[in-house]
């Protein structure tokens, strides 16, 4: 019986350790223990996520996050810069949008990040209320370059909101040092944990635009979220078998700590984009980012058919690709609780079945290739 393992980027897998503590029995949440429970997590997630601002964890999922953060610091009728380059990107537009912003969208070629240059000469431009990016956009597996843009934002009266939803917990994320005033992720990627959390980190400068705004939504509502956080409490019911989860995840990470699970990530994805090629593949985004790869299919190939007998003969799972790339390509996650062994694993299940659908390559290549990279990495 083969076990299942996640290769998608979200859910990832949770580590067994994470799931005995979520199965433990519930307890009240308006209670010291609960309040004991929460500031070991928030002292955690400032760690993970490199800030000294306060984190704001609502249950939901990261679009829950998101739309907090734009809800809360951009008024009806404001101006917004999005960065636009894959499809969650379109969704931080969507939700602006919806909320009756003035968008101005800066777009980039799928598989292609948004430019320093560009951001620069927009911003230029005009005034804005916000400007939004994903750090790590996951349907196109590319990375921009946000401690450039960043540091751009920082000169203006915008506030930078940043979908950090597969880079935190995998790639260098440093908003303090470099700026960033809301970064938002969820619990289901990098965190190790299943889907239903939603995290913002919200600097000075955010919460003084926060207290500007007026907005109609009590749930997501940050300023009851920030002043619960200041009692290690929530506003509302949390998700306490999540947080008590969460707890656990957190320790896990910051015990083998960021710098050794950044170099972890990186390791994997190279040798993950290694593979590819000496299989005679193409990998997917000129400006690949290391959570999650894509990579292109040979002339040919069905995608459900592909991933389909990766589950089916060694129920592996990985992901299609979204938007303009679905069928196109499939992606790898290499966040969380994943090794050597798993991607290892992976890339000679890759070679299997890609033999028996008819691509041609010399098999083991791949195998051989990543094995080269891990080397390196266990140096």
């Known amino acids: 019986m083969n076990r299942m393992r996640l290769f998608t980027p979200g859910p990832t897998s949770v580590p067994e350790e994470v799931l005995l503590e979520m199965a433990k029995p519930v307890f009240h949440h308006r209670t010291q223990e609960y ?9 955690n ?10 984190v704001v964890t609502i249950a939901g999922s990261g679009t829950a996050g ?14 917004v810069l999005a960065l636009s ?9 969507t939700i602006a949008k919806r909320n009756k912003c003035q968008v101005t969208e ?3 070629e799928y598989g292609h990040a948004v430019k320093p240059e560009a951001v620069a000469a927009a911003l230029a431009g ?26 751009l934002v920082r000169a203006t009266d915008a506030i930078l909101i940043v979908d950090g939803i597969t880079s935190v917990g995998a790639i260098p994320v440093k908003p303090d040092e470099w700026g960033v005033d809301m970064l938002v992720t969820g619990s289901q990627k990098a965190l190790m944990l299943p889907p239903g959390l939603a995290f913002v980190s919200v600097s000075e400068k955010a919460r003084k635009k926060i207290e500007t705004v007026v907005q109609p939504n009590l749930y997501l509502s940050l300023p009851h979220y920030l002043k619960s956080l200041a009692e290690n409490d929530v506003p509302w019911t949390p998700a306490v078998t999540l947080v008590r989860g969460l707890n656990k995840a957190l320790e896990m990470i910051v015990q083998e700590g960021m710098a050794n699970v950044w170099r972890r990530t990186a390791g994997l994805a190279r040798a993950t984009r290694a593979a590819a090629v000496a299989m005679g593949l193409k990998v997917f985004s000129q400006d690949p980012v290391d959570s ?28 299609a690709g979204q938007g303009s790339m679905e069928g196109k390509i499939f992606r790898i996650s290499h966040m969380g ?16 079945v890609m033999k028996k659908q008819g691509h041609q390559f010399t098999f083991g290549a791949g195998v051989a290739a990543a094995h080269q990279e891990l080397a390196t990495l266990a140096g």
């Open 35 to 43: 309040r004991t429970l929460f500031a070991a997590v928030n002292k």
């Open 45 to 54: 997630l400032q760690e993970v996520l490199q800030t000294k601002n306060p």
């Open 292 to 319: 999650v790869t894509g990579i292109y299919y040979p002339a040919g190939f069905d995608d459900k058919a592909f991933r389909g007998a990766l589950r089916k003969e060694f129920n592996m799972n990985t992901a």
């Open 126 to 151: 005009k005034k804005f209320d916000a400007v939004t990016l994903c750090h790590s956009e996951t349907s196109t597996c590319t990375r921009n370059d946000l401690q450039a843009i960043a540091g």
């Open 85 to 93: 380059n894959g499809k969650f990107a379109e969704r931080w537009v």
């Open 66 to 79: 998101f739309e907090a953060a734009m809800i809360n610091t951009i008024p009806q009728g404001g101006s």
């Open 337 to 352: 609780y994943v090794d050597a062994p798993d991607t290892l694993g992976l890339i000679s299940a890759i070679e299997v």
């Open 106 to 108: 800066l777009k980039a």
